[in-house]
């Protein structure tokens, strides 16, 4: 079995001194015997950065970067994040664009810049055929997924696909975003009793889903409410696997070739087995 945690903030200082000190027993090495072949890292803005590119560098075949300003992190500095994001796109190699999107959940105070940062980046990744990691959390009685699957299908930009991460959405929700290109990213909320997962993803193929923890949030059920890490991602595709009602074993297959199948040339080398 060989699974890959497609978002993870594994450079988050939560996990930090765990790899300075203790690298026999650490996350990395936990995600290692859970066969967890590569976790990819979203970016979140110009603090995440250093210890992003730390780690990539550190682990280059398993902890792959991506580079992105996060939509909840944009504030009146959102020209100079960007422009950081910008020099490091074109200064560096990375797998994805993002973590990108919308989220309406705390802040509604600069929403007309999340839309300005969140077509900006749209932009960059598909001149540079990249896919992109979507964030889009609702709030305030707007619904993020439906308005960032307007703005793509407005821009109808070419190369462009991706995630459509935490996605937590309805039946009708993860038809269009299929329907799009795009994959359904599936952590730790289909463990939540009332998560609302259980009502989608028996009618979701498996050809259409990718598995990440979002750690340290979201841990999954029994950890919910805990540091959440990547070796906990085994038991979100036995979960889907649940729901599914088939082996953990296909899940673990198909989610694994449907992440692969996103990664940009650049990255084919460090296909697992």
């Not at 890959?4 to 300075?20: C, L, M, N």
């Not at 909840?72 to 422009?83: F, I, P």
């Not at 705390?106 to 900006?120: C, G, H, L």
Request: glycine content about 6%; some cysteine; charged content about 20%.
């Amino acid at each position: 079995m060989i699974l890959i945690d497609t978002h993870a903030h594994i450079y988050d200082p939560q996990f930090a001194e765990e790899v300075t000190h203790n690298e026999e027993d650490n996350w990395l090495a936990r995600a290692t015997a859970q066969q967890i072949s590569q976790i990819w890292m979203p970016n979140c803005a110009r603090e995440t950065i250093p210890g992003l590119m730390a780690l990539a560098e550190q682990y280059p075949d398993r902890c792959l970067p991506m580079m992105g300003l996060h939509p909840s992190y944009v504030t009146d500095t959102v020209k100079e994040e960007l422009a950081a994001v910008e020099e490091n796109l074109s200064r560096h190699a990375f797998m994805a664009v993002g973590e990108i999107g919308l989220d309406f959940y705390w802040d509604m105070t600069y929403v007309d810049q999340q839309f300005r940062a969140f077509e900006t980046q749209l932009r960059w990744a598909s001149e540079q055929k990249l896919p992109v990691s979507m964030h889009t959390r609702s709030g305030h009685d707007r619904n993020a997924f439906q308005e960032a699957a307007d703005l793509i299908g407005k821009l109808a930009l070419p190369n462009l696909t991706g995630i459509f991460h935490c996605f937590v959405g309805t039946l009708d929700e993860a038809r269009r975003a299929i329907d799009m290109g795009f994959k359904l990213g599936i952590g730790g909320v289909s463990t939540f009793k009332n998560g609302g997962l259980d009502t989608v993803l028996p009618h979701i193929g498996l050809e259409h889903l990718v598995l990440e923890t979002d750690s340290p949030y979201l841990a999954p059920v029994p950890y919910r409410g805990k540091r959440n890490e990547p070796a906990y991602l085994r038991l979100i595709a036995q979960r889907v696997a649940d729901l599914k009602q088939v082996n953990v074993d296909e899940v673990a297959r198909h989610t694994t070739a449907n992440a692969l199948d996103l990664l940009p040339a650049l990255y084919t080398n460090l296909l697992p087995g």
